[in-house]
């Protein structure tokens, strides 16, 4: 992916993780970034949007920043309802295209 | 409340036709960009398409230009995906969602249908 995550990641229940996503200029450099949570078996969700943003009744403990081409989610104080894949995702003014990073598989150990 | 109900998914031999449907109601159809994003079995999440919310204009990925068509019909508040020349590749659950302003977000997802191209 022309995004870039970690395929996979881990916590402890109340511990605090991050996953990040690297881009390009054309991407992630823009400015703009949104994350989606994946549950298994269900629809992605979006968490954030417009990089820092939470839709409503998106826990605050969900946050996200960028700084050039590179962009991180942070779950804070985690629960083991956050297990799922996570995703970035934005426009790429280069390829045209919505991008999708490939996923990190959070896991709650 | 936002709601967005794919249909039209099945098994299709390579190289056929399929047309996918997507319901909305809700929300002020016109007013919002329309996309499809597949998923195919254990992997991660591709987007296939956007229509705007006026309908006049489309993108499509590279992996299904040519091949794929999305269209709206805002009588009937339904976006549509019309899949041509199917590839075993293609096989995938396809959800629809609603884009939501300037930031290239999909605010709500459909539950999905799955599209299976085999012999």
């Known amino acids: ?109 | 409340q936002v709601q967005l109900v794919e249909s039209g998914g099945g098994v299709v031999q390579p190289g056929g036709s399929l047309r996918l449907s997507c319901s909305a109601s809700g929300f002020v159809f016109s007013s919002f960009g329309m996309h499809w994003v597949r998923q195919a079995p254990g992997k991660g999440l591709e987007w296939v398409a956007v229509t705007s919310s006026d309908g006049n204009n489309q993108k499509h990925a590279d992996s299904v230009k040519g091949r794929f068509a999305i269209s709206s019909d805002s009588s009937t508040n339904t976006i549509y995906l019309q899949m041509n020349s199917l590839r075993p590749d293609d096989t995938a659950v396809y959800y629809c969602a609603k884009g939501y302003g300037a930031f290239w977000a999909l605010e709500n997802w459909g539950q999905g249908t799955l599209v299976t191209v085999s012999s």
């Not at chain 1, 390009?24 to 820092?52: C, M």
């Not at chain 1, 894949?85 to 790429?92: E, F, L």
């Open chain 1, 1 to 109: 992916s022309v995004l870039t995550q970690p395929p996979s990641a881990s916590g402890t229940p109340g511990q605090r993780v991050t996953i990040s996503c690297s881009g390009s200029s054309s991407n992630i450099g823009r400015g703009v970034l949104n994350w989606y949570q994946q549950l298994p078996g269900t629809a992605p969700k979006l968490i954030i949007f417009n990089t820092s943003q939470r839709p409503a009744g998106v826990p605050e403990r969900f946050s996200a920043s960028t700084s050039g081409t590179s962009a991180s989610l942070a779950i804070g104080g985690l629960h083991s309802e956050d297990e799922a894949d996570y995703y970035c995702a934005t426009w790429d003014d280069s390829l045209n295209a919505v991008l999708f990073g490939g996923g990190t598989k959070l896991t709650v150990l």
